[in-house]
Nanobody, 122 residues
Framework: VQLQASGGGLVQAGGSLRLSCAAS????????MGWFRQAPGKEREFVAA????????YYGDSAKGRFTISRDNAKNTVYLQMNSLKPEDTAVYYC????????????????WGQGTLVTVSS
């Protein structure tokens, strides 16, 4: 399984970005997916998760009301739409495949993408 994250970049505060995570391998729809982020000097933080069918969605506190996670199983891709971005959203964003039930714990994810850098300027 390989996960390829893309869509990061430099954006001004208040702007938007959409991250994508393309997955290789079969049975993509059988697994939940998640987004985490890690800022310099900080621990990896849960951002959002989505079940295999897309029917269950969870957000971390920092993402609620501003970010939207979605997936297209026909394209083996999960997305993170980020609106109203703030400088504190600056981080490397990682997508990952979940194999265990605790959706907000990094240890519940077995495959990780390489990360995509999001920089929000003030």
């Amino acid at each position: 399984v390989q996960l390829q994250a893309s869509g990061g970049g430099l954006v001004q505060a208040g702007g938007s970005l959409r991250l994508s995570c393309a997955a290789s391998g079969r049975i993509f729809s059988g697994y939940g997916m998640g987004w985490f982020r890690q800022a310099p000097g900080k621990e990896r933080e849960f951002v959002a998760a989505i079940s295999g069918s897309g029917g269950s969605i969870y957000y971390g506190d920092s993402a609620k009301g501003r970010f939207t996670i979605s997936r297209d199983n026909a394209k083996n891709t999960v997305y993170l739409q980020m609106n109203s971005l703030k400088p504190e959203d600056t981080a490397v964003y990682y997508c990952a495949r979940r194999y265990y039930s605790d959706y907000d714990a990094p240890s519940s994810y077995d495959y990780w993408g390489q990360g995509t850098l999001v920089t929000v300027s003030s």
